[in-house]
């Protein structure tokens, strides 16, 4: 969809900006730049809707050499949003939205019925919020208003400069989360820019991290903090790499251990007696389904009834497809061994800490070779 060829920028002062930039970008992806002040990253983003020249190379948007579009036309099909926002401050928030539908020459009532689905869409009531003016917003509904002006045009080119930047940490990951939500239903095709190593691993399908005025290293955001091409790269995305990787990992099947299971509806004796011969101390409940119903000790089985009667509630439990880390934060929150992975209310099997270690480490090498997870044999990464 944007397609970096052999770029660069040199300003007529000498500074190089940006080097030999090549790089590609697919169709409804999120790409973060990310990289230290004055990296090169605004210069790049600002290449892509002819606001800035490039001085070599070229820069293709859905296999078309954009220096023969006409800039105008081509700003049309590409979002932009910017930290400062830059509302017409006596323009309501509903006009703001509706300012690039109302260039193109949309029928107001149409530009404003547009508008307030979008506001809808970005969390901010068009009926409460429509008719403020932006200095009657906090920060963050201004950022959420920007986003929403963006995306008035139905542009399928996005491009954003540390848009959640001037709002606190707090306020931030709402509008990342969001964000997110939203584009996993507009699917733009997205370049974002941040100086925030969190929030490109956040956000982004993939990461683009700059050096000066050049791309380190470009790959998915568990590559980038499994295994950093370059010294550099490894130094700025933090010493607590792995940890920041526990939340770009999420939960597979092939993951789970399949631990001991009593029926809901068996006899407890007779689970007992079971459990002993398997050599199993505790077990989980389920029911006619497959569906958790909680867990029991072995030796709580001694008492008659049913499994079902003595069995004590599951709370560790997480969604398969979950960050590790929330199944980290789950174990810790419940002083558990292990927590129970559901699909729905179906249980898939469990994690324990020995196999979350063990994906995490077969994340790395999957995401390395291009395959997914469980086609990495753990032999070939337990020197790893
Ligand atoms: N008009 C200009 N003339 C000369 N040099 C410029 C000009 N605009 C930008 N630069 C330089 O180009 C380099 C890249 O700037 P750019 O704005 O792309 O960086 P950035 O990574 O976006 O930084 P930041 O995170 O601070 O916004 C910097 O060294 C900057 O000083």
Redesign the pocket.
């Known amino acids: 969809m944007i397609r970096f060829e052999q770029v660069g920028?040199r300003?007529?002062?000498?500074?190089?900006?940006?080097d030999g930039l090549s790089f590609e970008v697919s169709e409804g992806e999120l790409v973060t730049?990310v990289?230290?002040?004055?990296?090169?990253?605004?210069?790049?983003?600002?290449m892509v809707n002819r606001l800035?020249e490039p001085t070599s190379g070229r820069i293709l948007v859905n296999g078309e050499d954009i220096a023969s579009v006409d800039p105008v036309q081509l700003r049309r099909r590409i979002g932009y949003v910017i930290q400062q926002v830059g509302l017409f401050p006596h323009r309501t928030v509903l006009d703001n939205t509706a300012t690039v539908p109302s260039l193109v020459g949309w029928k107001r009532a149409k530009a404003r019925a547009r508008a307030a689905e979008l506001l809808d869409l970005v969390g901010l009531d068009p009926k409460t919020y429509g008719s403020r003016y932006p200095e009657q917003l906090s920060g963050g509904q201004r950022q959420r208003v920007g986003v929403a002006r963006a995306l008035a045009a139905d542009p399928p080119v996005l491009l954003m400069?540390?848009p959640f930047g001037a709002v606190d940490p707090v306020v931030r990951e709402q509008l990342q989360d969001e964000f997110l939500r939203m584009q996993a239903t507009v699917r733009k095709t997205v370049l974002l820019?941040t100086?925030d190593i969190e929030e490109a691993v956040r956000l982004g399908d993939r990461i683009a991290v700059?050096g000066?005025?050049r791309i380190e290293q470009y790959d998915t955001p568990g590559a980038v903090l499994g295994k950093p091409a370059t010294p550099y790269v490894a130094s700025f995305v933090g010493a607590d790499r792995g940890l920041k990787r526990l939340s770009v990992t999420a939960i597979e099947p092939e993951d789970l251990e399949q631990p001991p299971v009593a029926r809901v509806d068996e006899q407890a004796q007779s689970a007992a007696e079971r459990l002993r011969v398997e050599g199993a101390r505790w077990a989980v409940v389920l029911d006619e389904q497959g569906e958790l119903q909680g867990w029991v000790k072995a030796d709580e089985l001694t008492a008659g009834g049913t499994v079902g009667e003595l069995a004590h509630r599951m709370n560790a439990w997480v969604p398969v497809g979950a960050p590790l880390k929330q199944a980290f934060g789950v174990m810790l929150q419940h002083d558990a061994g292990w927590v129970a992975v559901l699909d729905g209310a179906r249980f898939l099997g469990v994690l324990t800490p020995a196999k979350l270690h063990e994906a995490l480490r077969r994340s790395v090498d999957a995401d390395v070779l291009g395959v997914p997870r469980g086609q990495v044999d753990f032999d070939s990464v337990a020197d790893a």
Do not use: F, N, R, W
Request: with cysteine.
């Open positions: 920028k300003y007529p002062d000498g500074t190089t900006a940006v730049l990289g230290p002040s004055g990296c090169g990253k605004t210069t790049t983003m600002m800035i400069d540390e820019v100086h700059y000066q005025g």
